[in-house]
């Protein structure tokens, strides 16, 4: 049943999707949009809501444009689903931005295995990832991505390999003259986030331990999965899955060394690993698993979210 209504992309699947995300959105932050607080917060979730809405959009484009998955809709609905079982990242403004340039970097990766442009994509890539760490600046560590993309398409031009010192280079020259003329403090906020901290000793209460806990179990369970069946995939494909496999790895990495560490960090793996979720659903030939594995997720990511609340 719950398969029969995310296996196509229609209209009524996005226009569900959104209400979902829109619902989620206002109830978990109902208390910031009282009348009290309402003309402070407003414009800074008004961004947020903007943000999770392109990154959607940018999700299931890249899914869509690049055949990572089928006609279906289940990429953003496991996407929407990780969120909530996370709820904080909806608050979370540098992460939200973070993770939309992320996904604006990771697009162009995967778009390389046509070899058209690279070194557009290449140098497009890089730049957003450098933007992107900063608001959070262990998002740089994304460029080992752009290197095992090289390494997988375009790897006989030397020049493929410099193009991230040269985005590199563009970014800072930009940023440090922005600081300079608007604020000086955006530098010694960017120094401050380049410590880290290994320590998993964050959580306020129960119900951040077993979202965690969840998560975890999902993860390992459909990273396996597909790294055991990537060579039954088609060939042409293979390039970009292990993009995801690699891409989720890095994410965790971030949320391992962080200093201001939460289960929202985890943000920077919900994509890629929702790419592995869908895979793993489309290519089973067998409805009821299919049903089993929706609804366990559905059921354990609304009751954490409802548990936060």
Not at 38 to 61: D, G, Q, Y
Not at 146 to 156: G, K, L, T
Not at 201 to 221: G, K, R
Request: charged fraction near 10%; include cysteine; hydrophobic fraction near 55%.
């Amino acid at each position: 049943m719950i398969t029969s209504v995310f296996k196509k992309s229609t209209i009524v699947n996005y226009t569900l999707i959104a209400l979902l995300l829109l619902s989620f959105f206002f109830l978990y932050q109902k208390n910031d949009l009282l009348p009290a607080n309402a003309v402070p917060t407003f414009s800074k979730k008004v961004t947020n809501i903007l943000l999770l809405c392109a990154s959607f959009f940018i999700v299931n484009f890249t899914v869509k444009k690049n055949n990572l998955t089928k006609d279906s809709s289940y990429t953003i609905l496991f996407f929407l689903l990780f969120l909530i079982l996370f709820p904080t990242v909806l608050s979370d403004n540098n992460l939200l931005f973070a993770n939309f340039f992320l996904l604006l970097a990771i697009r162009r990766l995967i778009s390389l295995q046509t070899l058209k442009s690279p070194k557009e994509k290449i140098f497009d890539a890089s730049m957003w990832i450098f933007i992107a760490s900063l608001f959070h600046f262990w998002c740089i560590l994304f460029i080992l991505l752009v290197y095992i993309s090289i390494f997988f398409h375009v790897s006989r031009d030397y020049r493929n390999w410099l193009l991230p010192f040269v985005a590199f280079f563009a970014t800072a020259v930009i940023f440090l003259v922005s600081a300079l003329v608007f604020d000086k403090t955006w530098i010694t906020h960017i120094l401050s986030q380049t410590q880290t901290n290994f320590q998993l000793d964050y959580f306020t209460n129960n119900y951040q331990n077993m979202a965690l806990s969840l998560y975890v179990v999902i993860a390992l369970y459909f990273v396996f999965s597909l790294v055991f069946s990537l060579t039954n995939k088609p060939l042409i494909l293979q390039a970009s899955y292990k993009k995801m496999i690699f891409s989720f790895l890095i994410g965790v990495t971030i949320f391992l060394i962080s200093p201001e560490k939460n289960n929202a960090m985890l943000l920077f793996t919900f994509m890629p690993l929702s790419v592995m979720c869908t895979t793993n659903i489309e290519y089973s030939q067998n409805k009821m698993y299919q049903e089993i594995v929706l609804l366990l997720l559905i059921l354990g990511c609304f009751l954490s979210y409802f548990s936060q609340l």
